[in-house]
Each structure stands twice: as structure tokens, then as C-alpha cells.
């Protein structure tokens, strides 16, 4: 049985709300406010989740320095109210640190997902890239 902390929860609270106000902020025509709000949270939970050190030892590998440049390069131009800038920045930047664990993230769904169509292609998305 794996044991979540009372800061693991909060985590995970707070993530989703950096979740719910980066949505928010695209659905609303890149409002640079709830954007910035919601990365700034997201961040922050994400240190919750897994801790200060794992953090900054994910986003800081060598191989993953491209993409944590242009995530957080897109968090700050969002900072400084460039919302579409940063956006289209952060959202390179994020399919650069994990692209890894979209593999495996749809190999889940294709066998959590009972329609026959999205399964197969899950069942095909999950076989494109390796985990290196």
C-alpha cells in the first residue's frame, strides 16, 4: 500500500487548481492573469507532489535542459504578459520533458478504455516511442 503525505495531498489540490486556472486562461483568450496564476500553482504542486529535490533534478537532467529552457523560458515570458508567446513556448518545452511517459500514459488508457476505436489507437500510440 503506497502512503501519501498530508503535503502530497495539498499537492495534489493545489496542482489541480494550476490545472483548472491554466484551462481557465486559454478558454478565456490567454488571460496573462489566470495564466500566470496557474502555472505559478502547477509549479508548486508539482514540488509538493514530489518533493524539492526530485523537482529540480527532473527538470535539470542533462538530456532534459532543452525542454525545461523553453517550459520555464514560457513560464516567465507568461509572467511578463506575453500570454501566447509563452504558451506556444511551454507547450514545446512540455512535449520535450515528457515525451517519455506518453507511452506509457496511453498504453494505460488503451487498457482502461472499453471503446473499441480509441483502445486500438492507444494500443498504437503506445508502441511509437521508448521510454529513453
Do not use: C
Request: charged letters at 10%; proline letters at 2%.
Amino acid at each position: 500500500m503506497i502512503s501519501i503525505t498530508e503535503w502530497q495531498k495539498i499537492g495534489v489540490g493545489v496542482t489541480g487548481f494550476g490545472i483548472f486556472f491554466i484551462l481557465f486562461g486559454v478558454l478565456l483568450y490567454f488571460d496573462s492573469v489566470l495564466l500566470a496564476f496557474g502555472n505559478l500553482l502547477f509549479l508548486t504542486g508539482l514540488s509538493l507532489i514530489i518533493g524539492l529535490r526530485k523537482t529540480s533534478s527532473f527538470f535539470f537532467q542533462r538530456h532534459k535542459l532543452k525542454g525545461t529552457s523553453f517550459f520555464l523560458g514560457g513560464v516567465a515570458i507568461v509572467l511578463l504578459r506575453r500570454p501566447l508567446l509563452g504558451m506556444l513556448l511551454e507547450t514545446y518545452g512540455f512535449f520535450n520533458l515528457f515525451k517519455g511517459f506518453f507511452p506509457v500514459v496511453f498504453g494505460f488508457l488503451g487498457n482502461t478504455a472499453n471503446i473499441p476505436f480509441l483502445s486500438a489507437l492507444f494500443r498504437r500510440l503506445e508502441g511509437t516511442s521508448s521510454m529513453v
